[in-house]
């Protein structure tokens, strides 16, 4: 069983800076990583697959990097927008697992 | 648009039983694989289930393994989730998401969220 850990839980960053997110993976899930923003009361929206793809629609300020083991999403000078959750997750083909990381909560 | 619409959540006593649907529309439903996520209050996104395109393939969370099922119906475009033998720690929003792909990838739309409470 992969198991996600993500890092730190909470990351307090001022507007218009910078925040790096990290998530580890227990062993190496290759690329087969994707991250998600939650802001409250909202589902959940992707932001990048494949650790480095960004989604349909999502700006540039978002950036995400690493392969096998090590993982990191990188948002460029923060908005007031962007404090939300950012959650990883591991997709599996076969057998069809998907496992999410516990979360990064970005605030002010 | 693509829209996903999940229905069905309420409170249940434990072990009782509970469906959720999932209705879907503005894509071709019988292309994509499908996913149900939960959260429990305050707490992180937990993956529940997937079902594969054509439903031939699915597969489950250890933690509802033998208690949930899912299923759908091409022909209704809607996704389903049966709860058996509910616990009180079965209590979460439940989403509906589309993966991108027909079989196992991320999750590119999310339903609202069904609300279901487990308490006696």
């Known amino acids: 069983e992969i198991v996600m850990t993500q890092s730190p839980a909470t990351l307090s960053v001022s507007p218009g800076e910078r925040a790096t997110l990290s998530c580890r993976a227990s062993?190496?899930?290759?690329?087969?990583l994707a991250w998600y923003q939650q802001k409250p009361g909202q589902a959940p929206r992707l932001l990048i697959y494949?650790?480095?793809t960004r989604a349909t629609g999502i700006p540039a300020m978002f950036s995400g990097s690493g392969s096998g083991t090590e993982f990191t999403l990188t948002i460029s000078s923060l908005q007031s927008e962007d404090f939300a959750v950012y959650y990883c997750?591991?997709?599996?083909?076969?057998?069809?697992?998907?496992?999410f990381g516990p979360g990064t909560k970005v605030d002010v | 648009q693509v829209q996903l619409v999940e229905s069905g959540g309420g409170v249940v006593q434990p072990g009782r039983s509970l469906r959720l649907s999932c209705a879907a529309s503005?894509?071709?439903?019988?292309?994509?694989?499908m996913h149900w996520v939960r959260q429990a209050p305050g707490k992180g996104l937990e993956w529940v289930a997937v079902?594969?395109?054509?439903?031939?393939?699915?597969n489950y969370a250890d933690s509802v393994k033998g208690r949930f099922t899912i299923s759908r119906d091409n022909s209704k475009n809607t996704l389903y989730l049966q709860m058996n033998s509910l616990r009180v720690e079965d209590t979460a929003a439940y989403y509906c998401?589309?993966?991108?792909?027909?079989?196992?990838?991320?999750?590119?739309?999310w339903g609202q969220g069904a609300l279901v409470a487990v308490s006696s």
């Open positions: 997750q591991h997709y599996n083909n076969w057998p069809p697992i998907f496992t």
């Open positions: 503005g894509f071709s439903f019988s292309d994509y694989g």
């Open positions: 079902i594969w395109y054509d439903g031939s393939n699915e």
């Open positions: 494949a650790a480095s």
């Open positions: 998401a589309r993966g991108d792909c027909s079989t196992s990838c991320p999750f590119q739309y």
């Open positions: 062993q190496s899930v290759g690329s087969n």
